[in-house]
């Protein structure tokens, strides 16, 4: 497995990454209205702006991606950062990939200047960031519109 920077030419790829793995990890939480959105807006030209505004990062097994990854400025923000675009393929899920992934994200250099790193954690995956040490930023245990949870650590 190697874990390596994003580059324009992974953009399909990356994008069936998410495709597949929101259809079979997410859709036991998610409606299959949503999980089309989540579809429509990972696409292969949004996650190419996406790596453009942060630094994005692919697992990949070989030749196949397996797994994406961003960290980004909250908003602008040099002493913030925000984790986006988690994915790992379903058949690719419990063996420590994700683990790797945050905390390569988490030695990037947009995390290194942080003070706070804030993710929008999904329904399916919350308890994995929480486990990692993320919290529920402000207290609020409840997801925003039912879909996501605000988490965030502090370095």
Not at 30 to 44: M, Q
Not at 119 to 128: D, R
Request: glycine fraction near 8%.
């Amino acid at each position: 497995m190697e874990i390596r920077r994003f580059t324009e030419a992974d953009a399909d790829a990356a994008a069936e990454v998410v495709a597949v793995t929101v259809e079979v990890s997410n859709s036991r939480d998610y409606t299959p209205e949503y999980i089309a959105h989540l579809k429509k807006t990972h696409s292969a030209e949004v996650l190419r702006q996406r790596a453009r505004e942060g630094h994005m990062y692919v697992i990949c097994d070989g030749e196949k991606i397996v797994g994406t990854g961003t960290i980004a400025p909250y908003w602008g923000s040099e002493t913030e950062s925000i984790l986006l675009t988690i994915f790992i393929l379903p058949d690719w899920q419990g063996r420590g990939l994700g683990r790797l992934l945050i905390e390569t994200l988490e030695q990037d250099e947009y995390a290194k200047r942080a003070s706070r790193i804030e993710i929008p954690a999904s329904l399916t995956a919350v308890n994995f960031y929480r486990h990692l040490g993320y919290d529920y930023k402000n207290g609020v245990t409840e997801p925003e519109d039912g879909l996501l949870y605000r988490l965030e650590k502090y370095r």
